[in-house]
């Protein structure tokens, strides 16, 4: 029987990118994230072969937003835990992640497949 319910392309982009911080900022688990890095490049490598994807200039300006608002959404959380609340507050993550996900959803377009619908994290 086969999975009904895989990650999408971008669903793995936004992983790749949460991992590759957790491989920088939680060094004491470095080798563990790379092999999470490394079985999330093999499938996002068999997803692009299996759609013949062509990444356009759109898809990578998505790629890295993604990635940007991850970094944003880590350092605002770091802070926040830390107790540093100036400048750092929940709605500000909850503004990052509809970015995030405006981004998830373009690179979506690319391949196709399901979108996430509520992009307001603030409702």
């Known amino acids: 029987m ?5 990650p999408t392309l ?3 982009v936004d992983r790749l990118s949460i991992a590759q911080l957790k491989e920088v900022f939680i060094t004491e688990h470095k080798e563990e994230y790379a092999q999470e890095i490394s079985d999330i490049l093999h499938d996002i490598n068999l997803t692009l072969d299996e759609k013949d994807v062509i990444l356009d200039a759109e898809g990578m300006r998505a790629i890295i937003v993604l990635a940007q608002m991850n970094l944003h959404i880590w350092h605002n959380e770091s802070n926040y835990r830390k107790g540093i609340k100036d400048g750092n507050n929940l709605e500000l993550t909850h503004g990052l ?8 959803n373009k690179i979506q377009e690319t391949v196709g497949g399901r979108k996430d619908c509520k992009i307001d994290c603030l409702a």
């Open 10 to 12: 971008s669903e793995l």
């Open 97 to 104: 992640n509809g970015i995030r996900n405006t981004a998830k």
């Open 2 to 6: 086969t999975r009904k319910y895989l």
